[in-house]
């Protein structure tokens, strides 16, 4: 099956779009080209039409004159010059004749007529007083032709707008349906090329999310369905090596446990002293082996801890979720801690509810919490706002710790990164809390961001403050 490719449909949609124009612009052309040969012409025939029965006027003047010097000279020299008036007289009437279309009626025909009548009896005439007939014949033929020559101008000029109006209407017709239709073939490629583009990044986005469960299936022109099959390889990829990923981190995690087990027994019945009495330095290597045999077993937790975090940010589950109920039982999770270190949480939220993922909220709360109470002075108060604005929720938590050293700004979200600045009381974190945050946020399609305003009153203020942001629907 042929399939046009986005570089044709780009060209194929700008080709229409100026075949629709061009069609408009050759037929406002050609209108134009119209209208003005046929001024050129009914100009040229009022000019000649007005100069035609200018002079028969003035011919008629001409044959007065010499007609009545002849009846009063009886001159062949007078009669002649008659004549010659009449042939002059006689070609203007011919032209009169020849105008096409020019609506004259009978008048020329009439003043040949007269005309001849006269020319044939001049020499009969007894006097003037007899030639006074002719000639008021011919001054009232001048008139009508003069009047009917006015009528057919005006006429002619009336039709001429008249044609003008109605082309222009069909004119404005034809460039409304040509810009029309140049604007639905622009829509209609825009449609037809922006959704396969938007299909792709709502691929590319999913892919960088991690989520590959959706296939990638695009359509549209071919290249495009070409790249869209290429992302669903591309997602198949990823989700393979994903799985390995997982698969080899719980390999390896395992392995490590059976070990590691053994070493704790082990380590145990050297501090029991099982074995027999340790001295100083065999106690101190005892104390460091075990040390560092719960280090281990605390960062091999984090790594299944941080696997499972990465799965389950794949899985997302939206249902109505009240904020104050939300800020309230994770507070509840951590009261023991709370109670311990005599500290204050308080929380704000406006009491509504949002589709959220309660779940994986609940655990991004808790581990927030968990930093703040783990850093906070004992006595000190914490505080975890919400508000919703924009289709997104916002959440706040902010304590009175030694807050975040700027070195540290960048690097605290990445996975068994601690701060620099100590806690008050010793803990026993491993420094992926903050990394499960960032992967559950990003999975839900929010983010987290340390708050440049700390608690306090000024930028040197101590304590941190974290904001995290998710959209709601």
């Known amino acids: 099956m042929f399939r046009i490719s986005f570089r044709q449909s780009m060209l194929a949609g700008f080709l229409l779009i100026a075949v629709l124009l061009g069609w408009a612009a050759i037929q406002s052309w050609l209108t134009l080209e119209y209208f003005v040969a046929q001024?050129?012409?009914?100009?040229?025939?009022?000019?000649?039409?007005?100069?035609?029965?200018?002079?028969?006027?003035?011919?008629?003047?001409?044959?007065?004159?010499s007609g009545r010097q002849f009846l009063v000279l009886n001159d062949p020299v007078l009669l002649k010059r008659f004549d010659e008036h009449s042939?002059?007289?006689?070609?203007?009437?011919?032209?009169?004749?020849?105008?096409?279309?020019?609506?004259?009626?009978?008048?020329?025909?009439?003043?040949r007529s007269n005309l001849e009548q006269l020319g044939a009896g001049l020499h009969r005439l007894a006097d003037k007083d007899q030639l006074q007939p002719f000639l008021t014949r011919l001054g009232d033929l001048n008139r009508a032709l003069d009047r009917h020559g006015r009528q057919w101008i005006d006429a002619q000029h009336q039709a001429t707008l008249t044609t003008l109006e109605a082309s222009r209407l069909q004119l404005t017709g034809m460039v409304a349906v040509a810009v029309g239709g140049a604007f639905v073939v622009a829509l209609a490629m825009s449609w037809w090329l922006s959704r396969p583009i938007t299909t792709i990044e709502g691929a590319i986005e999913r892919l960088g999310e991690s989520r590959f469960e959706e296939p990638?299936?695009?359509?549209?022109?071919?290249?495009?369905?070409?790249?869209?099959?290429?992302?669903?390889?591309?997602?198949?990829?990823?989700?393979?090596?994903?799985?390995?990923?997982?698969?080899?981190?719980?390999?390896?995690?395992?392995?490590?446990?059976?070990?590691?087990?053994?070493?704790?027994?082990?380590?145990?019945?050297?501090?029991?002293?099982?074995?027999?009495?340790?001295?100083?330095?065999?106690?101190?290597?005892?104390?460091?082996?075990?040390?560092?045999?719960?280090?281990?077993?605390?960062?091999?937790?984090?790594?299944?801890?941080?696997?499972?975090?990465?799965?389950?940010?794949?899985?997302?589950?939206?249902?109505?979720?009240?904020?104050?109920?939300?800020?309230?039982?994770?507070?509840?999770?951590?009261?023991?801690?709370?109670?311990?270190?005599?500290?204050?949480?308080?929380?704000?939220?406006?009491?509504?509810?949002r589709a959220l993922d309660g779940d994986k909220l609940l655990v991004v709360l808790d581990n927030l919490l968990s930093n703040a109470i783990d850093f906070s002075p004992e006595g000190g108060v914490i505080r975890l706002e919400a508000e919703v604005g924009d289709d997104r929720v916002r959440i706040t938590c902010t304590d009175q710790g030694p807050g975040i050293a700027p070195e540290d700004a960048e690097r605290i979200f990445e996975p068994f990164v601690q701060g620099a600045r100590p806690a008050p009381t010793k803990r026993q974190g491993s420094g992926v809390g903050l990394s499960i945050v960032r992967e559950l946020l990003t999975a839900m399609g929010g983010s987290i961001e340390l708050v440049k305003g700390q608690y306090g009153n000024g930028s040197n203020a101590p304590g941190a403050s974290l904001r995290i942001e998710v959209p709601c629907e």
């Open 39 to 65: 001024s050129q012409r009914d100009s040229a025939q009022a000019l000649e039409l007005n100069a035609a029965i200018q002079e028969l006027a003035e011919r008629t003047v001409d044959l007065e004159r």
């Open 87 to 111: 042939a002059l007289a006689l070609t203007a009437v011919g032209r009169l004749e020849a105008l096409p279309g020019v609506a004259l009626g009978e008048l020329p025909r009439d003043w």
């Open 216 to 353: 990638v299936h695009v359509r549209g022109p071919a290249d495009l369905r070409r790249v869209g099959r290429r992302l669903d390889w591309l997602r198949q990829r990823l989700g393979e090596l994903e799985s390995e990923r997982e698969r080899t981190l719980r390999h390896v995690s395992h392995e490590l446990k059976t070990p590691l087990t053994a070493l704790r027994e082990g380590v145990a019945l050297l501090q029991d002293k099982v074995v027999g009495p340790l001295e100083g330095a065999q106690q101190e290597v005892v104390d460091i082996l075990q040390h560092n045999v719960m280090t281990l077993q605390q960062h091999i937790e984090s790594l299944l801890r941080l696997n499972a975090a990465s799965f389950e940010a794949r899985r997302l589950r939206y249902r109505p979720v009240p904020l104050k109920k939300l800020l309230t039982d994770a507070i509840q999770g951590r009261e023991l801690q709370i109670q311990a270190r005599r500290l204050v949480v308080v929380p704000k939220a406006p009491a509504v509810a």
